[in-house]
């Protein structure tokens, strides 16, 4: 083999060695990708610097502890929204900058920018990528747009209303049971639990049409869906957890890989089931008698091409559904039941409002206007999902010239909904429960904005309603006060519960 002489460049013999040459080939090009990167860093910094910044607690993990899903990483980040009206920088470790941004004006500028140039960011949806694939929630724009296209228009209220039946009869069990503890004399429930577990027999009877009576004995396939929404939180909060290599070798990562096989043999099994009854022809006249579930839904639908979804793509929207439906609609839920017991005068106001005891109907939805501002001043104190995330592939001019960089070194930007909704300078006096407030759609963000806010928030507020409507005409709820531990103020699902005191009332009983 020739060899090469490095001479002219001072290294003589030495060079002429072919795995020095790769040596030095190689330690240059670390030492280009190092310098390429602390100038991106660099140009980074100088670029957000425009941006406020709260004071770091710890340089090493700079403000993590204000980004923590938690009671209290939630409450700073309520706080800091009002000290940083706008918007504010912070860091995740030494490292990692993100922007939070607190006011409508500013918010508008990122979520009216197309899916394309403001695609979530990686971080927020990788833990969750083995479970719910491409659904949706989290698929890339190309496959984004195509199915959020096609599944608009199938999800119109005509579908919507024969899911009215399904959501007061899944209600009627979670009373029944309340009735039966209640005469066996504990009026003391933790009204998540309660919730959680009537949201889940709901969604999973309108998604794959499949009782699994999770209410009133144990259900596997709930079971698994609870664990696989509680390992992604902890993986979540655990940054050693963040590294596929760690988490599948983990105990955690093998029961989430165990969790995801479970959850999705079964929606395989129910596609297949129904792909087998769906006929080829004359399908005006099967659907004629036929409630729609959310996966003849999925079946059904065509593309402009006239092209269906294939199963693994029905899977992963179906698997999103649920996950995207339960935990949000439920912490909704609770957070109501939780702010009309702490206001026993809004409580009753609901109640006073004319309907059937025995079933709520789809146009009664629109008889309930002020159980309807109560949901909607609930959600704005307590929104279900706090924050989303995005990252910019272009610049982003906001209104008052400043710039969010495009493609900056792992910039992540914070939709901060919880930060809006309090944000004082958007909303005088925002802490303050009042159902009659006057808000402007921008300032009240809970299903979030743009192009891709919630698909089925139509969907979640009939719930809601429903199940509202029923259960104040049956009990009601008093806060408990011999429950000294906690006080719930933001959220209450890493933390355990929400106890209130439930009361069965005569004037509505079954
Ligand atoms: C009170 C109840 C609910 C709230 C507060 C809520 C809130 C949200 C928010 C804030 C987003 C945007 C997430 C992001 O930008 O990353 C979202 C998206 C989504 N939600 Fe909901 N949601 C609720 C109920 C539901 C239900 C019941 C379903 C389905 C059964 C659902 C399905 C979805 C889906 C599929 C997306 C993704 C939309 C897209 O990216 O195109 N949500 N939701």
Not at 104 to 122: Q, V, Y
Not at 404 to 410: E, G, L, M, V
Request: glycine share 4%.
């Amino acid at each position: 083999m020739p060899q090469l002489s490095l001479s002219w460049l001072g290294l003589g013999q030495v060079a002429a060695f072919p795995w020095l040459l790769l040596l030095l080939v190689g330690a240059s090009w670390l030492l280009a990708r190092f310098l390429a990167w602390t100038y991106a860093f660099y140009d980074n910094c100088r670029r957000l610097q425009y941006f406020p910044q709260p004071p770091k607690q710890k340089w090493f993990w700079g403000h993590q502890v204000l980004i923590i899903a938690t009671e209290e990483g939630l409450k700073n980040l309520t706080q800091m929204s009002a000290t940083y009206p706008q918007g504010f920088r912070i860091w995740l470790g030494p490292i990692f900058p993100f922007l939070v941004l607190c006011h409508p004006d500013i918010i508008r500028s990122i979520t009216n920018a197309s899916a394309a140039i403001a695609p979530k960011d990686d971080l927020s949806i990788r833990f969750l990528k083995p479970w719910l694939g491409e659904g949706i929630l989290l698929s890339g724009s190309g496959k984004w747009s195509r199915h959020r296209r096609m599944l608009t228009p199938a999800f119109h209220f005509n579908i919507l209303k024969p899911y009215i039946k399904i959501f007061n009869r899944s209600v009627n069990i979670m009373h029944d049971k309340w009735q039966h503890l209640a005469s066996e004399g504990s009026s003391r429930l933790d009204m998540f639990e309660h919730i959680s577990l009537m949201t889940l027999d709901s969604l999973q009877k309108c998604i794959f049409s499949f009782d699994s009576h999770c209410q009133e004995r144990p259900s596997e396939y709930i079971a698994t869906i609870l664990e696989l929404s509680a390992l992604v939180e902890k993986r979540n909060q655990h940054i050693l957890q963040h590294m596929d290599f760690l988490y599948y070798l983990s105990h955690d990562g093998r029961r989430f890989h165990r969790a995801c096989r479970l959850v999705h043999d079964f929606t395989d099994a129910v596609i297949q089931e129904q792909r087998r009854t769906l006929p080829t022809q004359g399908i005006d006249d099967f659907l004629k008698d036929k409630t729609l579930d959310f996966i003849d839904v999925l079946l059904l639908s065509k593309d402009e091409d006239g092209k269906v979804l294939s199963d693994e793509d029905v899977r992963a929207e179906a698997d999103t559904f649920m996950f995207a439906g339960h935990d949000t609609t439920a912490s909704g839920l609770s957070w109501v039941l939780y702010n009309l017991a702490r206001h026993p005068e809004y409580q009753e106001h609901c109640r006073q409002e004319d309907r059937d005891p025995k079933e709520i109907e789809w146009y009664d939805l629109a008889q309930l206007p002020f159980l309807t501002m109560c949901v909607k001043e609930s959600l704005r104190l307590h929104p279900p999902v706090p924050y989303t995330s995005r990252h910019c592939i272009w610049d982003i001019v906001l209104p008052d010239g400043r710039v969010i960089p495009k493609d900056a070194h792992s910039l992540i930007c914070i939709i901060n909904i919880i930060g809006i909704h309090h944000n004082p300078t958007v909303l005088p006096f925002p802490s303050t429960p009042d159902p009659l407030k006057e808000r402007s759609p921008l300032a009240f963000i809970p299903f979030s904005v743009g192009p891709r806010n919630c698909i089925r928030q139509a969907f979640a507020m009939a719930k809601m309603k429903v199940v509202l409507a029923l259960t104040l005409l049956r009990f009601r709820f008093l806060l408990d006060h011999t429950e000294p531990r906690r006080k719930p103020e933001l959220i209450m699902r890493a933390e355990g519960g929400l106890w209130l005191r439930v009361e069965p009332l005569n004037a509505g009983l079954q």
